[in-house]
């Protein structure tokens, strides 16, 4: 189920609805956040690593990356996306991986490490900083990510980015019933709309699915889960080193519906 939180800059009127944006080839640009926008996944295996050190002591063998990985897939249903469904997963692997032998204060450095894991400063990706107040100059601009409200609310916030951003969608996952809700709900056409993101599972083929054109930036790190191998990519997908090849790309693509 999504949520969402909502902001428009100019009140009245949906500004992908305006006749004036949908000369464009695009009434609207959305971006997903985490490992698009800023620095994620660089946190999640630092904080990995630490709860391999925390674990050392009690021998628990050499998979507890890969024990990590499948606690997290048996409880994505449950807890979802986020930071804190990341914690419960990685007490859960600690118990299981020593037998329930982990001791009390031994968890506390599991729950601190994530902890300080949510206070890192946002880290905004090469080019973001330049690439989107130029574009929210020249279209309405969308967040579109899943996880947890809170956490991603603070993001946002802290990102300082908030401003250039009409709408802001914050989801449990992302799947093409997800997204056909959301632009149903806020009136967006999908074939106008243009999706930036750096996993193909979540930001990419769903949008490509619904008619929608979409821009892989892929990330260094990108957590096994949102990797998908695709080769042959449907119409309208595009895929480009950085954000900073966005404005050209955009340019072009204008250029040709001309």
Known sequence: MATSTSKTRTPGKAPWLSTTVSD?????IAFDADDTLWYTETHYVLTQERLKEILA???PGSDVEERLFKTEMRNLIIFGYGAKGFLLSMIETAIELTDGRVLGRDIQQ???AVRLMLAQEIRLLDHIADVVPQLAARWPLMVITKGDQLEQESKIARSGLADYFDLVEIVSHKDQAVYRDLFARHEIDPH???MVG???RSDILPILALGGQAVHIPHELT??????DVQDPPAGYYKLD????LPLLLDKLLAKSA
Do not use: K
């Open 24 to 28: 464009n080839v695009f009434d609207l």
């Open 57 to 59: 002591p009690y021998d």
């Open 110 to 112: 599991i729950i601190d």
């Open 192 to 194: 106008r709309l243009l």
């Open 198 to 200: 750096n996993s193909m």
């Open 223 to 228: 957590w096994a889960h949102e990797q998908v």
């Open 242 to 245: 950085h954000a900073g090849q």
